[in-house]
C-alpha cells in the first residue's frame, strides 16, 4: 500500500557532500506524510536526522547534523531529498527515511512514531 524507497547512497570523501532521495508510492497524496531522515551506524540506534512536514516546508535537524544538513521535498514528484555536506567519517552509516500520516509536525523524532519505512540506502566517509 505505501512504499518508501532511498536512492543516492555511496562512497564520498571526506568533505564532500551527498544527496540521497526518498520516492514514495501509495494512494494517499504524498503531501500528508511527514517524512523523517534516521541513520543507524555500525552498533548503534537509529540516529535523528531531520525531518520535513508535509506541506509548507518545515523543517527540524538533529544537533549532529545541524548547518551541514538541508531536507526539501517536492510533493509534485513524490520525493524527499536529503543535502549532506562537509561530511566526516562519523556520517558514515545507512540511512533510512521514514513517512507518517498522523505526525503533523516535523519535530517528532521518535523512530517509532512513522509508519513506514524505507530499505536504507549506505553512505560511506571514505577519509
Known amino acids: 500500500q505505501v512504499r518508501l524507497e532511498e536512492f543516492g547512497g555511496g562512497l564520498v570523501r571526506d568533505g564532500g557532500s551527498l544527496t540521497l532521495s526518498c520516492t514514495y508510492s501509495?494512494?494517499?497524496?504524498?503531501?500528508?506524510?511527514?517524512v523523517a531522515w534516521f541513520r543507524r551506524a555500525p552498533g548503534k540506534d537509529n540516529e535523528f536526522v531531520g525531518s520535513?512536514?508535509?506541506?509548507?516546508?518545515?523543517?527540524t535537524y538533529g544537533d549532529s547534523v545541524k548547518g551541514r544538513v538541508t531536507i526539501s521535498r517536492d510533493n509534485a514528484k513524490n520525493t524527499v531529498n536529503l543535502l549532506m555536506n562537509s561530511l566526516k567519517s562519523e556520517a558514515t552509516a545507512v540511512y533510512y527515511c521514514a513517512g507518517s500520516s498522523t505526525v503533523i509536525s516535523s519535530a517528532v523524532t521518535r523512530p517509532l512514531s512513522y509508519a513506514y519505512w524505507g530499505q536504507g540506502t549506505q553512505v560511506t566517509v571514505s577519509s
Open positions: 501509495g494512494e494517499e497524496s504524498f503531501g500528508r506524510y511527514t
Open positions: 520535513i512536514r508535509g506541506r509548507g516546508g518545515a523543517t
